[in-house]
């Protein structure tokens, strides 16, 4: 090829999705036979190998520039004024700062932030990929012009590795196993995960738990209160794992009865993908990005009415006939977000602007 | 309804049937409403989204002022019987040892929970206060919108009204200044007319005069024919009958002053024009020269001297036109000229720049044109004239305007035909003293020499200049005859009628030039 294609992103730190999917671009990128780096602002502990400081960048007026964005940072600043041939920007999506303003005000200020760069940069891009309709729909809203829809890479083979045993010892019993995903985060909207479990639980099936996976750093306040509901609803069973081993991540997939997601904001929900990898059935609220996600699969409620979610979770236990079908819709779901697919698709956008 | 609160859209699930079993287990298990309604609250910190409310802010104020104070710790007790004392002394005992670090804690915590509160109860008592005075305004600002709305329209209606009053006060001042206008000009016209009736009135009186005047005469000859029948005195008669006839003449005269006059006056008000110049009746002449508003042909009448004077003085001309067919006479004035060659049978046409002398000459049936005498020979063509007239103009005429005439006149004339130029002498200084300078419209006097010249260098021939209206003997100075001898009495009597020469020459002269 010939051309140098480098990737930029503010963090580029282990197991999270964004990061992910600028490896598997990066992946990509190799394969075409060019000449690519990932270049970031902050690089994470386990993956100083992958990506190069954006300190050590020696632009070129002939680089072909990918640029994600996903939150306020002063590389869209950088972006703006970086020699290139092209500019293609990948849009994660910016979490409405709202939800942050009564826990952490640095995140605050960086999601505030990013929706006012975002309106900076356009113009800037001679190309932009979305996520998701949603995100789409949002760049065309600010402006953008040539904006294409292209799901995040997700590498399945990752989600063959073996899972923690420990975790599946453990749990290893006739329990129903309710089951979140996703950072702890207020626009996830854990607590409602709670008292749907609640009411579950006390009403329906006292033999079930309730699994939040996720990471809850910077996000203590939230962390605290979630735990502080669960005290004062006298709630048993409920674990918040916090910061978790990928294996173990695999292996409350395994575990899990039901996948539960309230989320309020999702630019794409890369764990819904993952339950469908792990054929567990979903009931996901209707809120931005996700019903696009979940295509026509799992269950998408409207309301948060939470005894009607409980009694859905029972619904998707009890009945076989049920959970099957949607197991299945959701498996025929999965076939969209297929790694070769999305790579190919990736493929033959960069091509337009080598 | 059901199936808006879920979606499942494959695989022909019935989503109304799971909805129905998901309700009937909803109303199976009986959920607690007390288990609902905790649920729905948001969780301890409040999201600082959503309206400001005071019924949530009193529950928190509530509540903050109960646990404000960090509460002494309880009692130290044990139910256990035998180690049960030595639990609490030992418990005691600790307490005691770590009063001295830990109260002085407490007591600062209290100390600012407390302020902490105060501070929290002192703001919801200013927002009470707040919401109390602004619930009075709101009914004191939706009392006055009430009278505002019912005003609006009110004052709405009243500016619509004032808008139209105005603009009808505006028509209405405009046609008053028109009629104003009008009566001005109506004032104006009818004082012109008043003078006018006054001169008309006068000039009628006169006539009535004349008449009675000859109606005397008439009686006198009348009592003198019948004298005469019996006492014939044949000379007496003749005196008589010329003085009737000079009479007769002057009353003719004097008839047609007025006749001309009353039609200057009628035009005058019924063009409503300030000037007699606006008086352009059929063909107008583009080059009008600068008009000297005054009442030139009354002027003439007066100063001139009668028509049949200046067509008896005109008749020497008459020679050089017998026989032609196509004679111009420029500045025919009352047509004294025209007529004459009328008279004697020969075609021609008059033109004069005063509109009084053309209708007055109309009025005679005499052919007259309202032109400019250059505009009117451009107009010619070529070699179509036969004779041209121009008497008492060229003084008129500025010198330009005076060589370009000269020079079209030639074009236009035909070969052998005259172009005979009459104007006032100046070599004659009697001329200034009396008549030149009376003319306002007089511009200036050409010599004969320079008019001359003029001519011959236009390439006219046979010029001739003629001397014409000499000064009465009576008037000039006499010579003087002395029967004694004076030594310089020839001398004396040449220079006298070098002198008379000088002063009483002939006031006018005519270039008479050949084609």
């Known amino acids: 090829m010939g051309n140098r294609v480098i990737q930029i992103l503010p963090t580029f730190s282990y197991g999270d999705a964004v990061s992910n999917d600028v490896l598997l671009k990066y992946d990509v990128l190799k394969r075409m036979g060019c000449d690519t780096d990932i270049y970031a602002e902050n690089i994470g502990p386990r993956m100083s190998e992958k990506a190069k400081s954006m300190k050590d960048l020696k632009p070129n007026k002939d680089d072909v520039v990918i640029f994600h964005m996903a939150i306020g940072s002063p590389l869209s600043q950088v972006i703006r004024e970086l020699p290139a041939k092209r500019k293609v920007m990948v849009y994660h999506n910016i979490t409405p700062a709202h939800f942050f303003s009564n826990y952490n005000k640095v995140l605050y200020d960086l999601c505030m932030e990013g929706r006012k760069q975002l309106a900076v940069l356009r113009g800037t891009f001679d190309m932009s990929l979305a996520d998701s309709a949603y995100n789409k729909a949002e760049l065309i809203e600010l402006g953008y012009e040539n904006v294409f829809e292209l799901p995040i890479t997700i590498r399945f083979d990752d989600y063959k590795t073996e899972p923690d045993t420990k975790i599946l010892q453990k749990y290893k019993d006739d329990y129903v196993n309710i089951l979140f995903v996703g950072r702890i985060a207020p626009n996830k909207k854990q607590e409602d995960i709670i008292k749907c479990f609640y009411l579950y639980k006390k009403y329906i099936n006292p033999k079930s738990r309730l699994f939040l996976v996720g990471n809850y750093l910077g996000m203590e306040r939230y962390y605290e209160e979630l735990c502080r509901l669960i005290s004062n609803l006298n709630l048993n069973d409920v674990y918040l794992t916090g910061h978790t081993k990928f294996e173990e991540i695999l292996a409350y997939y395994r575990l899990a009865s039901v996948f539960l997601c309230m989320s309020e904001h999702e630019g794409f929900c890369v764990p819904l993908v993952e339950s469908m990898f792990f054929k567990v059935p979903i009931i996901a609220f209707n809120a931005a990005a996700v019903p696009e996600t979940m295509g026509n699969s799992g269950v998408i409620v409207n309301v948060k009415k939470y005894e009607l979610i409980a009694e859905l979770i029972d619904q998707l236990v009890i009945n076989k006939e049920l959970r099957r079908k949607v197991i299945e819709s959701q498996s025929r779901r999965l076939l969209d977000f297929q790694e070769d697919k999305i790579k190919e698709r990736f493929e033959s956008y960069i091509r337009k602007v080598l | ?515």
Not at chain 2, 147 to 169: D, F, N
Not at chain 2, 396 to 420: E, M, V
Request: glycine share 4%.
């Open chain 2, 1 to 515: 309804m059901n199936n808006n609160l879920i979606k499942i859209d494959y695989d022909n699930i019935d989503v109304e049937d799971i909805m129905r079993q998901i309700n009937q287990n909803i109303n199976n298990r009986n959920y607690s409403s007390d288990d609902l309604r905790i649920l729905k609250k948001d969780l301890s910190i409040s999201s600082l989204e959503g309206k400001f409310d005071l019924t949530k802010l009193e529950q928190c104020v509530a509540l903050t002022n109960a646990k404000c104070t960090v509460q002494k710790a309880s009692v130290i007790k044990s139910h256990r019987r035998i180690i049960g004392p030595f639990i609490v002394f030992f418990k005691r005992l600790i307490r005691k040892l770590s009063y001295w670090y830990v109260q002085f804690l407490f007591d600062q915590q209290n100390e600012f929970n407390i302020s902490a509160a105060n501070s929290i109860n002192a703001i919801k008592k200013y927002i009470e206060q707040e919401q109390e005075t602004r619930n009075k305004m709101l009914d004191v600002l939706s009392s006055k919108i009430e009278i505002l709305t019912e005003i609006v329209p009110k004052i709405e209606s009243m500016e619509r009204t004032w808008q139209e009053l105005k603009q009808a006060y505006q028509e209405l001042y405009n046609a008053s200044q028109e009629t104003h206008k009008a009566c001005q000009e109506l004032y104006d016209a009818s004082q012109e007319l008043k003078i006018a009736y006054q001169e008309l009135y006068n000039d009628n009186q006169r006539c009535r005069t004349a008449y009675q005047e000859l109606v005397n005469a008439n009686q006198e000859l009348r009592d003198d024919l019948r004298n005469l029948s019996g006492n014939i005195q044949e000379n007496k008669v003749v005196d008589k009958l010329n003085s009737l006839m000079k009479m007769i003449d002057e009353y003719r005269r004097i008839e047609e002053i007025t006749a001309a006059r009353m039609r200057r006056i009628e035009q005058y008000i019924k063009s409503g024009d300030n000037s007699p110049s606006g008086l352009v009746k059929d063909s107008s002449p583009s080059n009008v020269p600068e008009v000297i508003d005054m009442d030139y042909f009354l002027f003439e009448e007066k100063y001139r001297g009668s028509r049949s004077e200046i067509k008896d003085r005109q008749r020497i001309y008459l020679d050089y036109y017998r026989g032609k067919s196509n004679v111009l006479d420029i500045g025919c004035g009352r047509g004294e000229f025209v007529e004459l060659l009328v008279e004697n049978n020969i075609n021609c046409t008059g033109i004069d720049l005063n509109l009084d002398n053309i209708n007055y000459c109309k009025d005679r049936g005499l052919p007259v044109i309202y032109a400019d005498a250059l505009e009117y020979l451009q107009s010619c063509e070529d070699a179509s004239l036969d004779g041209i007239f121009m008497a008492q103009v060229a003084e008129h005429l500025n010198p330009n305007d005076l060589i370009k005439l000269i020079q079209i006149a030639r074009k236009k004339l035909k070969t052998g035909s005259y172009f005979i130029a009459e104007t006032i002498n100046p070599q004659s200084l009697i001329v200034f003293a009396e008549s030149f300078y009376m003319d306002p419209s007089h511009i200036k006097p050409v010599h004969p020499l320079t008019l001359k010249f003029l001519f011959e260098t236009e390439g006219y021939v046979d010029i001739e200049v003629k001397y014409l209206s000499p000064v009465s003997e009576d008037v000039k100075i006499p010579k003087l005859e002395c029967l004694n001898d004076v030594s310089n009495i020839e001398k004396f009597n040449a220079a006298i009628s070098h002198l008379n020469n000088l002063i009483y020459g002939y006031r006018d002269y005519a270039i008479v030039a050949k084609r």
